[in-house]
């Protein structure tokens, strides 16, 4: 099981991001799915989760800006990310707390690999 990023890239301040993260491998059930970032100097910060019950939470720094949504049949989480500012700059992270197979076997703690936004004008 694991979790591949993509979507990162070079954006221009007020642009748009989507960021991808697609979970693949022998998976029954993924109960949240989030986004976290890391920029230079910095501590790891969650940006962003959602439940398969629609539940969502955001940093306060990105409300109003960032929308993330899941699609559970491809096991995907996304990151849509507007009026982007250079604060926003970082390795974004996707993540799942817990994963569960078919078999009931509980993957724990599973990270992408990170993708890479930079806002620069």
């Known amino acids: 099981v694991q979790l591949q990023a993509s979507g990162g890239g070079l954006v221009q301040p007020g642009g748009s991001l989507r960021l991808s993260c697609a979970a693949s491998g022998n998976i029954h059930r993924i109960d949240i799915m989030g986004w976290y970032r890391q920029a230079p100097g910095k501590q790891r910060e969650l940006v962003a989760s959602a439940d398969r019950g629609g539940r969502t939470t955001y940093a306060d720094s990105v409300k109003g800006r960032f929308t993330i949504s899941r699609d559970d049949a491809k096991n995907t989480v996304y990151l849509q990310m507007d009026s982007l500012t250079p604060g926003d700059t970082a390795v974004y992270y996707c993540?799942?707390?817990?994963?569960?197979?078919?078999?009931?076997?509980?993957?724990?703690?599973?990270w992408g690999q990170g993708t890479l936004v930079t806002v620069s004008s």
């Open positions: 993540y799942a707390p817990l994963i569960v197979t078919p078999t009931f076997y509980r993957y724990q703690q599973i």
